[in-house]
Nanobody, 124 residues
Framework: EVQLVQSGGGLVQAGGSLRLSCAASGFTSDDYAIGWFRQVPGKEREGVSCISSNADSTYNADSVKDRFTTSTDNAKNTVYLQMNSLKPEDTAVYYC?????????????????WGQGTQVTVSS
């Protein structure tokens, strides 16, 4: 059974940085993708970044481009979301998720396993 456990997040001032971690276990194949999503109350879950398991491909949404970076540490089976130059509008609950191909997607409906979520709050 695939499981994702998140850590990181918290409160930071605008312009600051945070790093989220997503530790994965239970994969039976080397082919998968990890996506990062965020959600605020009353809004759809938004895909912000994703990476293939071999790290050959990454994608960042326009809203976070040049500020957020996704990377992997395969030795630790962990994916990171480095968030720099944070803005108050980045405030949300952040989730990592995975699906069983290396195709990059920001559509939350293609992901079938989700982390527990972690709150990121950016103060102005």
């Amino acid at each position: 059974e695939v499981q994702l456990v998140q850590s990181g997040g918290g409160l930071v001032q605008a312009g600051g940085s945070l790093r989220l971690s997503c530790a994965a276990s239970g994969f039976t194949s080397d082919d998968y993708a990890i996506g990062w999503f965020r959600q605020v109350p009353g809004k759809e879950r938004e895909g912000v970044s994703c990476i293939s398991s071999n790290a050959d491909s990454t994608y960042n949404a326009d809203s976070v481009k040049d500020r957020f970076t996704t990377s992997t540490d395969n030795a630790k089976n962990t994916v990171y979301l480095q968030m720099n130059s944070l803005k108050p509008e980045d405030t949300a609950v952040y989730y990592c998720a995975t699906h069983r191909t290396t195709e990059l997607s920001t559509n939350p409906y293609v992901y079938d396993v989700w982390g527990q979520g972690t709150q990121v709050t950016v103060s102005s």
